[in-house]
Nanobody
């Protein structure tokens, strides 16, 4: 069982940056691939970024490539999402998720993830 707690959301202006954090419980964090997803009002939950369990492999949605960076610190049981040059279209609730994986791979489909956090709101004003 893994419990995930997101933090770092807030209200910012277009062009600003935010860093989201997701703290995981348990002693097996390094065996989980991690992902970030987001859900805007009235829309489906969309993939944002994913990282392999060791951190060497990452995937991004086209809409965030070059602006967002996913990273992890397995010693701190934490995954991060650095978001730069934010746009109003990035406004959503952001969720982190975990899935047990072999090394050297990621997952981008939400249905493949086993554990989810409660989400953190990111609002970008124009």
């Amino acid at each position: 069982q893994v419990q995930l707690v997101e933090s770092g959301g807030g209200l910012v202006q277009a062009g600003d940056s935010l860093r989201l954090s997701c703290a995981a419980s348990g002693r097996t964090f390094s065996t989980y691939g991690m992902g970030w997803f987001r859900q805007a009002p009235g829309k489906e939950r969309d993939f944002v970024a994913a990282i392999s369990r060791g951190g060497a492999y990452t995937d991004y949605a086209d809409s965030v490539k070059g602006r967002f960076t996913i990273s992890r610190d397995n010693a701190k049981n934490t995954v991060y999402l650095q978001m730069n040059n934010l746009e109003p279209e990035d406004t959503a609730v952001y969720y982190c998720a975990a899935v047990r994986l072999g090394g050297g791979t990621t997952r981008i489909a939400s249905y493949e993830y086993e554990y989810w956090g409660q989400g953190t709101q990111v609002t970008v004003s124009s």
